[in-house]
């Protein structure tokens, strides 16, 4: 599987400013996390997150962003920074892609 995505942060879309939640998760892994949405942008998301173990740039991760959670279907989305901005809460970029993704 090849996908072709951008690098750092440096979407071109318009952003959002959020004030909802959203849950994520690591692929096959049930555990979810709760985070805070800040903003959105056509193709991707930035939350705020408390946790021990920040995920790495690169990283595969699932969203779902608020509402009713339980009707609205997993988002892939890779993780384009993360970092701790004051003890264990984090702020975390994301940019949603689909496995359909041209090269």
Same mark, same amino acid.
């Given at each position: 599987?090849?996908?072709?995505?951008?690098?750092?942060?440096?979407?071109?879309?318009?952003?959002?400013? @959020?004030?909802?939640? *959203?849950?994520? !998760?690591?692929?096959?892994?049930?555990?979810?996390?709760? =985070?805070? #949405?800040?903003?959105?942008?056509?193709?991707?998301?930035?939350?705020?997150? @408390?946790?021990?173990? *920040?995920?790495? !740039?690169?990283?595969?991760?699932e969203t779902r962003e608020d =509402?009713? #959670?339980?009707?609205?279907?997993?988002?892939?989305?890779?993780?384009?920074?993360?970092?701790?901005?004051?003890?264990?809460?984090?702020?975390?970029?994301?940019?949603?892609?689909?496995?359909?993704?041209?090269c």
């Open positions: 599987m090849s996908v072709n995505l951008r690098t750092g942060n440096d979407r071109h879309d318009d952003r959002t400013r @959020r004030a909802g939640y *959203l849950v994520w !998760r690591i692929p096959g892994n049930d555990r979810q996390q709760t =985070g805070w #949405l800040l903003e959105t942008s056509q193709k991707g998301a930035a939350f705020a997150w @408390r946790g021990e173990t *920040l995920p790495p !740039r690169n990283t595969l991760i =509402g009713d #959670l339980k009707m609205k279907t997993w988002r892939n989305a890779i993780v384009r920074h993360s970092r701790v901005v004051h003890d264990n809460l984090c702020v975390i970029g994301v940019e949603h892609y689909s496995f359909n993704a041209t």
